[in-house]
């Protein structure tokens, strides 16, 4: 571990492995050569890990997941390993600055946002608490694809992220697993009486694993995520075929590769492709697949301690093929019976609701998940079959209950509602912040809280503080531990002690220093990004997310506009300059996303060349935002934009990355927005707009017009929006925006919460002016951050769902 012995390998690595020398210092391959270094040394750590797990025959827990956001792994291995510091300096002697060579890596960008990204950080967590854990998920050769923007559009070209390699993954072809498709099912009575079925013609591909080490916090603990990747069988290229079909055997051969090429990157809705639905089947069996032959290898063909050994935990809807799958597994490869099977799996699986948004429930088209998973379909039919009984044994009579809460949605293109599947499977149901568990219960799924209310609980989201302070906020780490001492990176709580400090000047001082050092970096990347250069005294306001209208970036450039409508009026007393940054990716089928990408361009050059906003106000959209941007901007924030319509946004868990760097939240009573302004107090957190029972009660009589008549600022708002000021040359695009706006169906509401916006940016705007008691709350933020780690998570996960118990690896390698 010590930074000599780490060079030298480097050093090996670079000159041998890599075959280079130093007139060829590509950059990537130093960074390759470090990699490959860092990666011997978790290796070893991963093996005692797993030799513990084994030896122990403890419970496991697999999570599963379509998205694994992992971002750069070189700055977390060098962290968890504690080789940082040395290292760079042993690599600053080599005239080599570890900075530079991290930037070469590629992100592992296999999520669409929030999702993905909690995936990640759960593993995380899992690893630093000891907790026999491993994530199960696709290993796409394209992942979220990257965002150019031309003439203020969003372009998207592939993220062919790993064509340069990939240090990090271990291919592990020997555990390559089966993968049926198609086909029919046979149903035949055996001699001594039951039933097999046989689900034969299939066209089977195979899913080959890929292993990247999870490291944990300084604990010698490395868990795995096994990544599916998926390829043809040998049949393809043998027999089978005979001469003349020799080019469709080779393009069949294409199309089991195709299945884990792309990630979808919709983070809601596009419902109902083949591609995705193949997807999601093929991780759900490859994966059971492989612990059921890890089983077999232990207990044979003896499942009755299965349940005690074994929890899956899916995230979202998405890997919900895998209820039908371990029932096929267990009846028609392991020969159990029904009742049997159900029982096993009705104690397997626990499922994680991430939306109330009802395009983004998924549904299925019986008739195409019965001609690709004809043997699912069945499953699922007798699923729902007993699952109707229960229903008419608890609400005798009640056909319209029956109707609602049936599993398949009867009617001409009847449809498989996978929630409700998930739900009739699971032992747990949890929301991902106490709002959202809430109208989980009172709502979306409110018959099957009124039938199971023992099975629903809450579990707020969380973020881990290696990631989104440690590795991204060195600085301000540094500052914390100066203050609160160690052990505050494993307990986050521990973080509440600065509160004592926000009322000491030289603490407030030294804070400032950090976050204005931060904002340099930040304005840094602006400039790189963007070619403009923020005045980094002004208060950094930032909104980076997926575009989606819920998220409510529109509500945010209106208020842009009427800043820019006071300075034109000459209305600038009292002025807080201003740099606001918008970012994130757009769904490529979402028009009304794209067109508000395009405002923000459009709006942002005109103020941004306007003589008259010069030191008051600048507004940039952010290309290719991602994880490996939000470790800098987060860092660089003082201003975090959570400003959802009420009840729409789950949690959000960008908001908790800002507020543990010390950002200010302007933000709804919305997902874990709420949880948020509990912790901090309601005098450091600046709220408006409706709530969500306002939201619900508006529907109907929402009547944008009049309220835009009545509000000065806005009427001036949408008057330029209107007469094209923004887009001279460009007449008529923003028609559909302004439509929207317009509409009493708008769901979002744009226009009721316009007003209490801007006076809560006008609170925002005066607070920051007063440095001292801007500090004091960015401080008071930072203390009050502990409850948003995703260790906290992740406890309660195991606490209340999974029962794991907490192995510390490293006693293992004494024994
Ligand atoms: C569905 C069908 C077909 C193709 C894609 C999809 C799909 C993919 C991704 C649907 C949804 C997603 C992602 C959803 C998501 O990121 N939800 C966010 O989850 C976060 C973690 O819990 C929450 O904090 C956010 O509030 C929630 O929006």
Redesign the pocket.
């Known amino acids: 571990m010590d930074a000599e012995s780490i060079v030298g390998d480097f050093r090996r690595y670079f000159s041998h492995t890599m075959a280079r020398d130093d007139a060829s210092q590509a950059a990537y391959y130093v960074y390759t050569s470090l990699a490959l270094s860092l990666r011997d040394r978790l290796v070893e750590r991963w093996k005692m890990t797993q030799a513990a797990y084994e030896e122990q025959d403890c419970k496991r827990t697999y999570y599963l997941s ?2 694994f956001l992992m971002g750069r792994a070189l700055g977390n291995a060098m962290l968890n390993l504690e080789v940082e510091s040395s290292t760079a300096d042993a690599l600053g002697k080599l005239g080599l600055l570890l900075e530079e060579i991290a930037e070469q890596e590629h992100d592992a960008g296999l ?8 995936a990640a950080c759960f593993l995380d967590s899992c690893a630093t608490l000891q907790l026999p854990v491993m994530g199960y998920g696709l290993r796409y050769e394209y992942g979220m694809f990257r965002q150019k923007i031309e003439n203020g559009y969003q372009l998207e070209e592939p993220d062919h992220w790993l064509r340069d390699g990939n240090s990090w993954e271990i291919e592990r072809p020997e555990l390559s697993v089966r993968i049926k498709f198609g086909g029919q099912t046979e149903h035949h009575l055996g001699p001594d009486g039951d039933r097999r079925v046989y689900w034969k013609y299939t066209q089977d591909v195979m899913a080959v694993p890929y292993d990247v080490p999870v490291p944990g916090y300084r604990n010698g603990t490395v868990n795995t995520l096994r990544l599916w990747k998926s390829a043809a069988t040998e049949e393809f290229d043998l027999g089978e075929f005979n001469a003349g079909s020799y080019t469709e055997s080779v393009a069949a051969k294409n199309d089991a590769e195709h299945i884990t090429m792309v990630l ?10 083949e591609l ?1 639905l193949r997807q999601q089947y093929f991780l759900a069996s490859a994966s059971l697949q492989d612990v059921l032959r890890t089983w077999e290898l232990k207990h044979g063909n003896d499942f009755s301690t299965f349940v005690d050994k074994n929890c899956f935990q899916l995230n ?1 809807t ?1 890997p919900t093929c895998a209820v039908p799958e371990l029932m096929r597994l267990l009846m028609d490869e392991h020969g159990l019976d029904w009742d049997e099977a159900w029982r096993i799996t009705r104690r397997c699986f626990a499922y ?1 609701n ?2 109330l ?1 009802p395009e ?1 429930l ?1 549904r299925w088209s019986v008739g195409m998940f019965g001609r690709l998973l004809p043997r699912l379909l069945e499953i699922i039919y007798e699923i729902n079959a007993r699952f109707i009984m229960v229903v008419e044994q608890r609400w005798p009579g009640d056909m319209e209950r029956l109707r609602r809460m049936s599993i398949i949605e009867e009617g001409h293109d009847a449809k498989i509602r996978m929630a409700y599947l998930a739900v009739v499977a699971s032992f747990s149901v949890n929301g ?2 106490a709002l ?1 568990s809430r109208l989980l219960q009172q709502y979306l799924l409110h018959d099957f809280y009124e039938l199971w209310p023992h099975k629903f609980n809450n579990k707020t ?1 969380g973020v881990t503080p290696r990631r989104w302070l440690a590795a991204s906020n060195p600085a301000l780490s540094d500052l914390l531990t100066r203050t609160v001492g160690d052990g505050w990176l494993s307990d986050l709580g521990k973080l509440r002690a600065l509160a004592a400090h926000a009322d000491n000047a030289k603490f407030r001082s030294e804070w400032c220093v950090v976050k204005q050092k931060q904002k340099l970096r930040l304005a840094e990347l602006v400039q790189r990004n963007c070619g403009i250069k923020f005045d980094t005294s002004a208060l950094f306001d930032i909104q980076v997310k ?1 575009i ?1 209208e819920y998220k409510r970036q529109l509500l945010n450039v209106l208020h842009v506009i009427h800043l820019y409508d006071r300075i034109k009026r000459g209305d600038t007393a009292d002025w807080t300059p201003r740099c606001v940054l918008i970012g994130g990716k757009a769904a490529p089928g979402y028009a009304m996303a794209k067109h508000i990408v395009k405002l923000v361009g459009v709006v942002g050059e005109c103020i941004n060349k306007d003589p008259d906003c010069a030191g008051l106000l600048q507004l940039v959209f952010f290309p290719n935002y991602c994880v490996s941007a939000m470790e800098v901007i987060c860092a660089g924030a003082d201003l975090s934009e959570q400003i ?1 319509t009420a009840g729409k ?6 908001n908790m990355k800002f507020m543990m760097n010390g950002a200010l939240t302007i933000g709804t009573l919305d ?2 927005n709420i949880e948020i302004r509990e912790e901090v107090g309601s005098e450091n957190f600046f709220l408006f707009g409706l709530s969500a029972e306002e939201v619900e009660a508006s529907r109907g009589h929402y009547d944008p017009a009049a309220i835009i008549a009545q509000d000065e600022d806005l009427r001036r708002v949408m008057l330029l929006l209107g007469n094209g000021h923004f887009n001279r040359f460009e007449v008529g695009i923003f028609d559909p925006i302004i439509a929207a706006i317009y509409s009493p169906h708008d769901p979002w509401l744009t226009a009721a919460d316009f007003r209490s916006y801007v006076d809560a940016q006008r609170e925002v705007a005066d607070a920051y002016r007063d440095v001292e008691r801007w500090t004091r709350m960015s401080i008071l933020n930072t203390a009050a951050s502990g409850k948003f780690s995703s260790d906290r998570t992740i406890l309660e996960y195991n606490s209340d769902i999974w029962h794991l118990p907490q192995l510390a690896a490293k006693s293992v390698k004494h024994e």
């Open positions: 379509l998205e999520g669409n946002g929030g999702l993905g990204r909690l979808y990157p919709n983070d809601a809705s596009e419902n109902g492709k995705r979202d998405h994680t991430h939306t948004l983004a998924e991902v912040a959202h989201n997926r989606h959802s946004e789950a949690s959000g868990t960008g997902g874990a």
